[in-house]
């Protein structure tokens, strides 16, 4: 089992910054992939990030340019810069992990709220 916690959300205007983290414990031996997910109301969870355990990255179209995904391993956290926030980037971002041992069940933080007023 891998729990994730998220931290760093909060308010703040259009093109501003936030830095989210996002702490793995437990079996963080099995984790391959880490992502960032979000969820903006009515709409679906879509895919922000992803790093993997070697440091490759994928980025959403929407966030290249602007986001950064970056991880350390000694501390088993993830993290994700986000500079020139947009209205509409406002979401309930989520941390998720992928587990080499159980693919297709990924494992999931509760999330963290990012509001971006314009």
């Known amino acids: 089992q891998v729990q994730l916690v998220e931290s760093g959300g909060g308010l703040v205007q259009a093109g501003g910054s936030l830095s989210l983290s996002c702490a793995a414990s437990?079996?963080?031996?099995?984790?391959?992939?880490n992502g960032w997910y979000r969820q903006a109301p009515g709409k679906q969870r879509e895919l922000v990030a992803r790093?993997?355990?070697?440091?490759?990255?994928n980025y959403a179209d929407s966030v290249k340019g602007r986001f950064t995904i970056s991880r350390d391993n000694a501390k088993n956290t993830v993290y994700l810069q986000m500079n020139g926030l947009k209205s509409e980037d406002t979401a309930v971002y989520y941390c998720?992990?992928?587990?080499?041992?159980?693919?297709?069940?990924?494992?999931w933080g509760r999330g963290t709220q990012v509001t971006v007023s314009a």
């Open positions: 998720n992990a992928e587990d080499g041992g159980r693919p297709g069940y990924p494992y």
């Open positions: 790093i993997s355990r070697g440091g490759s990255t």
């Open positions: 437990g079996s963080t031996f099995r984790i391959v992939w």
